[in-house]
């Protein structure tokens, strides 16, 4: 029997917010398994594509787990299961209606560039973590 596939997440690797998350998941793992993925590689293009995303204007992340696509909240809600410390009080907005919980993503991730900030290059990996990255130019 084959193994599932490690959970991949497909993000944006010019927001400030996005690399922000990606370095407190590489710390609070419970283990290291996520497949990072920039969405500015070749192979992040083509997920987004196959997903219906723009990436060239995302306007959301995806978490892509036992071959389930989950976008926005649901995706961090997913990724949140896998991490310990206070990422997983975000798992407290599960019981609220998905289009609640869309509308609260929708206002984060389409004002991530003024609150946060935009990166001119994307997150570099530590040579211990580069393995589980795909970043552009790949």
Known sequence: ????????????????????????????????????????????????????????????????????????????IALARHLNGPARLVLAVQPLPRPVRDWLYDRIARNRYRWFGRRESCLIPTPATRARFTLPGE
């Open 1 to 76: 029997m084959n193994a599932p596939a490690a959970p991949v997440w497909l993000y944006d690797g010019d927001c400030v917010l996005c690399s922000a998350a990606v370095r407190y998941t590489l710390r609070w793992e419970r283990k290291p398994e996520i497949r990072f993925v920039a969405i500015q590689s070749g192979e992040g293009r083509a997920i987004a594509s196959s997903h219906g995303i723009d990436a060239d204007y995302p306007e959301t992340f995806l978490f892509i787990e036992n071959e389930n696509a989950l976008p926005k909240l649901e995706g961090v």
